[in-house]
């Protein structure tokens, strides 16, 4: 999950000198920033810093964020012309310095704390693309898939192929363990997420295999797909807190890990209730081998540094 940025006192120091595009592009920050969260959180393994919108960078799109208001696709895609016009993009060249930051990382770590590489699923990248920044409903992502279907599948295609190797080459540069995020993927119909969506997760996820480490697969709202979004692979399925642990379980089956999934919102809670929103996630794993204890989304601005020490501490004794 998202566990760099703004609740960090360390992270806000550095982002007075740098944008986050610069913090990315420069691997020795990355890895720096990297490193922030695992020193200051105690936490049992560190995410590189990067972002999944990078690769809009190569394509062609245009990427930006302005503050406070999330990230700008200069370039969004509109038409199955647009697709077409996508620029190739080689991950091993043109995010290289991702890779560097993965390696940069790896070598400062120390060599019990795992190091995860990531990347955004089709659909998320997808939808980014398509709405140009942020959305709540994803309108112009859903009229695009029913009516240019082609162009859509177009679209996926080219960009499970470029996370999917992208992936893969983090591995190969030293992450342990690889996440697929395709945060935004509650928002459609099971139905819809079958016919548009679940092919190309899979073939992205199949790519990645090659990297030979384990993969985790998060969703966010996940819980009306559930098992569509676990059959389209992943060693892990990450859940958010929408619905419980044990369900979500129940539902995908002994056979997987479960990363999850406690309610970010959990961390402005008064001490008590917060220990005892931890303590029912634990519940619910029930001690079953193969639980990865996280928020079930990305860490709040607004979250005070205690309570995600609290939490860490509050795991590890359990
Ligand atoms: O913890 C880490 O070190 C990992 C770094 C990380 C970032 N983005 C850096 C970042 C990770 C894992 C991501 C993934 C990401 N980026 C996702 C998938 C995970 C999720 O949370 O659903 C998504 C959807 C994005 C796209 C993105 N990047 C958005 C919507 C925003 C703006 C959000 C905001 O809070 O303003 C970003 C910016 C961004 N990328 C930040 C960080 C730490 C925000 C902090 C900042 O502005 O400096």
Redesign the pocket.
């Known amino acids: ?6 609740y960090a006192p360390e ?1 806000r120091a550095l ?1 007075q000198q740098h944008s ?1 595009l610069d ?2 592009h420069q691997p020795d920050l990355a890895a720096q ?2 490193l922030q ?1 695992v020193e200051r959180l105690g936490v049992d393994a ?8 990078l690769p809009f960078e190569p394509l062609g799109l245009g990427l930006s ?1 302005a ?5 700008h696709i200069a370039h969004p895609i509109r038409s199955p012309a647009d697709v077409a016009a996508l620029a190739p993009v080689e991950p091993a060249t043109d995010l290289a310095y991702v890779l560097e930051a993965v390696r940069l990382a790896r070598q400062a770590l120390p060599p019990q704390v795992p190091l995860i590489g ?1 990347a ?1 699923a089709p659909f ?1 990248l997808a939808s ?1 693309a398509i709405e140009g920044g ?1 959305s709540r409903t994803f309108t112009t992502t859903k009229r695009f898939m029913q009516a240019e279907p082609r162009a859509w599948h177009a679209l996926l295609g080219r960009l499970a192929d470029l996370v999917g190797r992208y992936l893969a080459a983090q591995a190969a540069a030293g992450a342990g363990a690889l ?1 697929l ?1 395709d ?2 993927v509650g928002c459609l119909a099971p139905g819809d997420y079958r016919e548009y969506v679940q092919p190309h997760s899979r073939r992205a996820l199949e790519l990645a295999a090659q990297g030979g480490v384990p993969i985790i697969h ?1 969703g ?1 709202d996940t819980a009306g797909l559930l098992e569509d979004f676990a059959a389209a692979g992943g060693d892990v399925i990450g859940v958010d807190w929408r619905i419980p642990l044990d369900q979500a379980w129940d539902r995908i089956g002994p056979d997987r890990a479960l990363q999850g999934n406690l309610d970010p919102a959990a961390l402005l809670a008064p001490r008590p209730t917060l220990e005892a929103r931890v303590r029912d996630v634990l519940r619910r794993a029930g001690g079953r081998p193969g639980h990865i204890f996280n928020l079930g ?2 860490v709040l ?1 607004e979250t005070p540094v205690e309570a995600l020490q609290a939490v860490v501490e509050l795991v590890h004794g359990c």
């Open positions: 999950m998202r566990q760099a940025g703004r992270y982002r986050i913090l990315c920033v990297t969260p560190a995410i590189v810093f990067a972002d999944i919108l964020f503050a406070g208001e999330g990230p990531f955004g998320t980014y942020a996440q995020f945060s935004w998060f966010t989304h990305g601005p």
